[in-house]
């Protein structure tokens, strides 16, 4: 079964409860090594995404995350603002047009999306951030054989890149004034990702 | 937690609220996206000057908007940086045909923001130029982390190259002054106490009942090492000791030396510190031609205070002297 | 107690010679007796203004010495009046022929220190007037008790007395308008915590997690009452109620509102203060002509504020918009 | 046996040691009804006097006060200073000239020295001020037949003072701000003039 419209909108929408019942282990997350306002960034991100999808009802799956995308970088706000945002807008024009979405294009999207995360945020695999995450779950969903498949191994993917940050040393972000501090915690931008894949397992998945 | 605010959520909106009924003789202030421009802007053929970041900072960015310093500001949510749609109605709003200079904190969240933005403005024809501040020896600088964070020195950043912007100075000019005061600037910060975000309503790090914390960020972030609390005399050697060596600031240099209290130090205790500042400074042969001793870049209700160091040259010195009138930094205006 | 200092009998010392090192284009500064005093002092035929008090309201008063403003302060130990040897060198360094005004704020041992200085002052044929503040609605007034205390109008009844000096007033004419400006003013203050004095290192009073002091003085006395901390809506209707009700302000009447931080309270929540006094004025059918928003008469670390509200004539405007310039308060300078 | 000059000194030295040794308790009633600092005040302004003492070496009992007196009034500041300044002021002042000082001299100077305080400070009996110990031991050395007799009377009186100004409700100085809250607390200006009768006591009795 592909990814219509409809299933994207509920992906966002799980996005947006999870970051909400979520909230309070995000901050913290940050507290511990940050500043403490990912939880409520993202989840004033997401309430503002729902509001914007209602207003505009937009009609198929790139635009949907396009819509998605603006409404984040325009309300998060510190890094993850500008991070979610990037990807979100990259996937979005890599899926523009399709009224049904496909594992195949749904896997060159989210790559897409990786690499805008990367030029935007500059960071390494194993830098500490939602790269952790994301990119186990891409390369995941790349490898495998259909879109449900594909799904379950990139949930597991970025749940594993996420418990992976954990021994890391930060190396971007607020986290990495901490030095050797900023070991012995889970990322919370990894955390929010692995979010963000779970909700789309159970939206896309058929 | 305690404080004077009507919700946690609405902390930044009233203060804008009290700005706008404070200073709007002087101040245009709007909400959504939140900007607060200097009421006589865009000011044709000058360079136009804009900053932003987290709230909770204050006076600065807001308070530092006025003739002789910023143009506009973009505050976020509290230590949260704003969005590129504030810093694109910002220079938007400000830009006189000369372009305008980003004065931004050097923290990834303020840094890809206000990226976003200049690649908007850019295109929609506003030439942006950004001046990054990374003064805080705290923090080990290198090409794998994100870098030292911009603290003391964007505020004299922002007075030095507002009074450059009304000299008429072109935008290049401009920024490249902002840079060398960067460049010439260095920041350490310490706290008696965390502070308390009102969002999450808890302190930002504990604290025994006799320690201090040494290196502290604006934001909570806890600093380098904390230590038992010895008199003023020796917490200004931890401060004092680091920017020092970082620069290095040598004999003969002359400096603009900047106590600036974290927003719950009392002012009798930064003068208390500056005295200390001052004979340290005179043990290694610095000149303070200029100083500046109170409450600029704040975090929120946290005690404890940072001092900065700014090798100065005659530019940067006429440039500070110049007119300044704004809520936070006003002088011969 | 955790405190920038490096010892609780040093803190006045230290904190003047801090001053002394970052004013000394400025300021004279001495110690035995300790008296802060403009470089220029005495202006030959200006009237001489001098101020003094317990020290830990920094900037006042040594942070109100300058052109426009006071010509000498008299700080005295930490919450303690200083001593007539003070008041009466800094009444011999000022007076240009033209007589020194004293403005007192009302504490019994400020006045009667006060009394005793003008006493000597007289005998060695120095002309000599007293302005008493008193504007403390939290206080009782009466016969039968020390009388209402000095607070928030000493700032304003300090700047608008200096620009009537500089105006060439005399010596009755400046008494006189700053015994106007008392009498048109009226403030209330209020703590979230107490403050901590060096010298006992203990807080003033207990306040639970949840509970605000209404109707605190700046020396860390309890208020008139405690209750569960409200929005700063509510907060501000306890400290304007009292205020208005008690000159009364009526509506039509032109004012000044000074919102005044107590020392630990971060500039963000002054400001969202200032938006509900605004409307509360505006209610009342005030018009707010002037304004002054921040930490200008604080009690240390205490957090928490204070509002003032003072009934304008032209004459305190053109006084007030007058060139000021002190290391506390300045424009057009 | 009369006061000399070395007697009064020895009286000074006392009250001084005494202030020194209630400083805290001193303070501590300050802080439960006036702003905390009466036992600073008057430990540091008596430790000026025995300096002032040993520099100048007045010669008889009346200099010996008015040097203290002059010490006080430069050195302690708040209410305290003018007011154990303008006492001892007038009281060297009336023993003016005399190397000896019997009880009725001396009684006579402590009138004029209450009477002092009162001008000065205009407090009543009754307000919950030092008058309240003043007042009861002035009248006891005024009413006794010798000297010894007198000092013991007066101490007692000064005690019985400060004790009754516990139930008071203060109308003079920073306790007046508390209004009834004042109450069940005891006086600091009043204690400490139990101090200084208990050192003449001392010092002065034959
Ligand atoms: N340079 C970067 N590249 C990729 N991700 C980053 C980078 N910097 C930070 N992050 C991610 O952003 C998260 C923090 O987001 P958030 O707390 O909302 O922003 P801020 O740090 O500005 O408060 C981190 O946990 C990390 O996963
Ligand atoms: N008007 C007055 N007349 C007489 N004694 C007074 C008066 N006001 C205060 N006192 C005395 O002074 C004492 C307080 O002294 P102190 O604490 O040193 O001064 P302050 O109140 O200025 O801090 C009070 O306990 C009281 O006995
Ligand atoms: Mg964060
Ligand atoms: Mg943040
Ligand atoms: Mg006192
Ligand atoms: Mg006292």
């Known amino acids: 079964m592909a990814i219509t419209r409809d299933t994207t909108v509920d992906w966002m929408e799980r996005f947006a409860v999870a970051m909400t019942e979520h909230r309070q282990e995000l901050v913290a997350l940050d507290t511990a090594i940050g500043d403490g306002d990912h939880g409520t960034n993202m989840d004033r991100g997401m309430g503002r995404a729902l509001e914007k999808l209602r207003a505009g009802s937009p009609d198929d799956p790139g635009a949907v995350l396009k819509t998605v995308a603006m409404a984040l970088v325009s309300s998060v706000g510190g890094a993850a603002g500008p991070l979610y945002g990037t990807l979100l807008l990259q996937m979005g024009t890599a899926l523009a047009g399709r009224p049904e979405v496909d594992r195949e294009a749904f896997a060159a999207a ?45 949930v597991k993917g970025a749940e594993q890149g996420m418990h992976a940050t954990i021994p890391l040393l930060a190396r971007k972000g607020r986290a990495s004034y901490l030095g050797e501090r900023s070991q012995d915690h889970q990322d919370p931008g990894a955390t929010s990702t692995y979010y963000l894949f779970k909700a789309a397992g159970e939206a896309l998945a058929g | 937690m305690k404080k004077l605010i009507n919700a946690p959520d609405d902390v930044v909106v009233d203060a804008l609220r009290g700005m706008e009924a404070a200073h709007p003789d002087r101040l245009r202030v709007s909400y959504d996206p939140a900007v607060v421009v200097r009421i006589d802007a865009p000011v044709q053929g000058k360079v136009g000057l804009i900053s932003g970041g987290g709230s909770g900072h204050e006076p600065m960015h807001g308070g530092f908007v006025g003739p002789g310093m910023l143009d506009a500001a973009c505050p976020g949510q509290v230590f949260t940086s ?112 965390p502070c308390v975000n009102p969002t999450s309503g808890k302190p930002s790090f504990q604290l025994g009942e006799d320690e201090v914390e040494i290196g502290i960020g604006i934001h909570g972030e806890p600093g380098r090492f904390r ?95 110049a007119p300044v009138n704004t809520p936070g930094l006003r002088w011969k205006a």
């Not at chain 1, 500059?122 to 054989?145: C, N, R």
């Not at chain 2, 005061?181 to 106490?193: D, E, F, H, I, Q």
């Not at chain 2, 200004?236 to 620069?247: S, V, Y």
Request: charged share 25%; hydrophobic share 40%.
């Open chain 1, 110 to 154: 989210w790559r897409k999306g990786l690499e805008g995360v990367q030029a935007r945020g500059k960071a390494q695999p194993g830098d500490k951030t939602m790269v952790d995450a994301l990119i186990p779950a891409v390369e995941a969903l790349e490898a495998s054989a259909d879109l449900d498949e594909g799904l379950r191994a990139a």
């Open chain 2, 82 to 193: 704003p969005t590129p749609d504030q810093m694109l109605e910002a220079s938007k709003a400000v830009n006189g045909g000369a372009g305008v200079v980003h004065i931004v904190k050097n923290y990834t969240g303020d840094v890809m923001n206000f990226d976003m933005a200049a690649e908007m403005a850019g295109g929609e024809g506003i030439e942006v130029e950004t001046v990054l501040t990374n003064d805080d020896v705290a923090v080990e600088d290198s090409l794998y982390t994100a870098g030292r964070r911009g603290v003391g020195v964007t505020v004299l950043a922002e007075k030095i190259c507002g009074g450059a912007a009304d000299d008429g100075r072109s935008l290049q000019e401009v920024a490249e002054l902002g840079r060398r005061v960067n460049a010439n600037g260095r920041s350490m910060g310490m706290a008696l106490t």
């Open chain 2, 227 to 321: 230590e038992k609390i010895g008199p003023a005399s020796q917490v200004a050697e931890r401060l004092m000791t680091p920017i020092l060596e970082d620069l290095p600031f040598s004999s003969g240099d002359r400096v603009l030396a900047f106590v600036n209290g974290m927003g719950g130090t009392p002012l009798i205790e930064l003068y208390i510190m500056y005295a200390e500042v001052a004979r340290i400074a005179q043990d290694h042969g610095l000149t303070i031609e200029r100083n500046l001793i109170g409450d600029f870049i704040t975090s929120l209700d946290m005690q404890g205070c940072s001092i900065t160091l700014l090798k100065l040259d005659d530019e940067m010195v006429r440039h500070w002297d």
